[in-house]
Nanobody, 117 residues
Framework: QVQLVESGGGLVQAGGSLRLSCAAS????????MGWYRQAPGKERELVAR???????NTADSVKGRFTISRDNAKNTVYLQMNSLKSDDTAVYYC???????????WGQGTQVTVSS
């Protein structure tokens, strides 16, 4: 089993920055992808950014140039640096891990990010 523990959410003014962290533990296959999704009230969950264990990234157009995803494979931890935050970025952010060996998806409990205008 895999556990994902997120941290770093909170309340920030528009234009500010936050850094989210997600640490994975348990039976983790070394080849995987970790990422961040978000869900705003009344909207579907959407991909924010994703990074493979090889370092390939995929970032949503809505956050390109403002958000940066990175990871530390030795710590099984993924980070999301969020700059120039807007009110539209307000959502619950969920960490995700995709295990390429088993094909299973794992989710964190979610962390609230609120951007005040």
């Amino acid at each position: 089993q895999v556990q994902l523990v997120e941290s770093g959410g909170g309340l920030v003014q528009a234009g500010g920055s936050l850094r989210l962290s997600c640490a994975a533990s348990g039976s983790i296959f070394r080849v995987n992808a970790m990422g961040w999704y978000r869900q705003a009230p009344g909207k579907e969950r959407e991909l924010v950014a994703r990074i493979t264990s090889g370092g390939t990234t995929n970032t949503a157009d809505s956050v390109k140039g403002r958000f940066t995803i990175s990871r530390d494979n030795a710590k099984n931890t993924v980070y999301l640096q969020m700059n120039s935050l807007k009110s539209d970025d307000t959502a619950v952010y969920y960490c995700n891990l995709h295990d390429y060996y088993s094909g299973r998806e794992y989710w964190g409990q979610g962390t609230q990010v609120t951007v005040s205008s």
